[in-house]
Structures are given as C-alpha cells and as structure tokens.
C-alpha cells in the first residue's frame, strides 16, 4: 500500500521556521520525483515546490523562492521542506506529493498555522 | 505562468444528471493536464490523467477531453458521493498551475 505521511506542522509565529517531513512507503521513492503543494483554509491548490529523483534539480513558486528548501533523503524515503521567515499567507495545509498520473499519490497533509 | 480558468466555480445539479466542466489554459499545454476531486478534509484525489485517460479505479462516469488550451470534464450521471470540489492541473510548465476550482453541489 503506498503511503504518504507528512509530519511537522504547527503553530509558529511570523518570521520563524519550520521542517516538514513527508515519509514515503510502498512504492520508489528513490526514482519519483517529488512536490509540495499547499492549500490555504477554504481556498484552492497551490504548487509550491518540486524536486527530482536525485536531489540535484530543484524549482519554487515565486511566493517561496529564497525562503523555503526542498530536500530528500532517499535511503530514509523521506522528503522535506524546510520553511524559513514564514508570513501569515504561508498558513495552509501542505502535501506532499508525486503528482505523476498514473502514478499520482498524495499524503494526508499537514496544517502549517503562521501566527502571532 | 500558466493561467487555468475554471468554470463555473460552483454548480448545483441533481442525481443522474451529466456535469460538464471546462478548463482553459492561457497558452497550449497539449494533453498535459489532470482533473482532481477533492472532499472536505481529505488530499486531492487524481481521476483523469493526460487530459483524457481514466486513472485505475475511477469509475467509467468520469471522463476528459480536450487538447492544447480548452478542456472538458464530465460526469456522465452525477451520483451522491461526487459530491466534492474539482480542479483542473496543468504540468506542462512550472510552475504546476491549478484552476480554482468547481464546487459541487446535489440540486
């Protein structure tokens, strides 16, 4: 069963960070190449970042480029997002996600609150 | 980037009706596109992949259509549990760009 677990979410204040972590089971991780998409409460999909299979290749929306990090670690199955001086607008939920039909396959999400 | 308009954003139909919804691409993407269902609290779910193929499990009610800039999603007899928001995706250019969404409803 492919299994897509996101963990690190929380509660931060304006101007701090947060890492997220997406871990991946039951399908190649090593060879998929990765996203993480956002959704803002009661708004609609945003992608925010991509990554490829190595870790050598990676792209951003404008609204987080120099602030947020896409990295993974292929022996752990694991992806991440490293978030840095976080606003108010950058609170959503964030999946992560492979985005490749037919091999398209999403975690459950978790919510990223920005707050004071 | 790539705009993705999506109509309508919001639509109120009753069971066993044919839904129809369009996406239209601000440049040509060829068949780079899905179509998404998503319910409340859960992860978009993939139903049409390349424009027109069904993913695995989808039930043959769903369809797409379309090439280059315009799109068309259907439900062929809307039932019960379609009820959900959908969105269009296009992946033919980062960054991935989504429609806003169509919110539906049961009439």
């Known amino acids: 069963e492919v299994q897509l677990v996101e963990s690190g979410g929380g509660l931060v204040q304006p101007g701090g960070s947060l890492r997220l972590s997406c871990a991946a089971s039951g399908f190649t991780f090593g060879i998929s190449w990765m996203h993480w998409v956002r959704q803002a409460p009661g708004k609609g999909l945003v992608w925010v970042s991509r990554?490829?299979?190595?870790?050598?290749?990676?792209s951003y929306a404008d609204s987080v480029k120099g602030r947020f990090t896409i990295s993974r670690d292929n022996a752990k199955n694991t992806l991440y997002l490293q978030m840095n001086s976080l606003r108010v607008e950058d609170t959503a939920v964030y999946y992560c996600?492979?985005?490749?039909?037919?091999?398209?396959?999403w975690g459950q999400g978790t919510l990223v609150t920005v707050s004071s | 980037d790539i705009q993705m308009t999506q109509s309508p954003s919001s639509l109120s139909a009753s069971v066993g009706d044919r839904v129809t919804i369009t996406c239209q691409a601000s440049?040509?993407?060829?068949?780079?596109l899905n179509w998404y269902q998503q319910k409340p609290g859960k992860a978009p779910k993939l139903l049409i992949y390349?424009?027109?193929n069904l993913e695995t499990g989808v039930p043959s009610r769903f369809s797409g259509s379309g090439s280059g800039t315009d799109f068309t999603f259907t439900i062929s007899s809307l039932q019960p549990e379609d009820i959900a928001t959908y969105y269009c995706q296009q992946y033919d250019n980062l960054p991935y760009t989504f429609g806003q969404g169509t919110k539906l409803e049961i009439k």
């Open positions: 990554i490829n299979s190595h870790g050598s290749t990676t």
């Open positions: 390349d424009a027109s």
């Open positions: 440049q040509d993407i060829y068949n780079y």
């Open positions: 996600a492979t985005i490749a039909g037919p091999l398209d396959y």
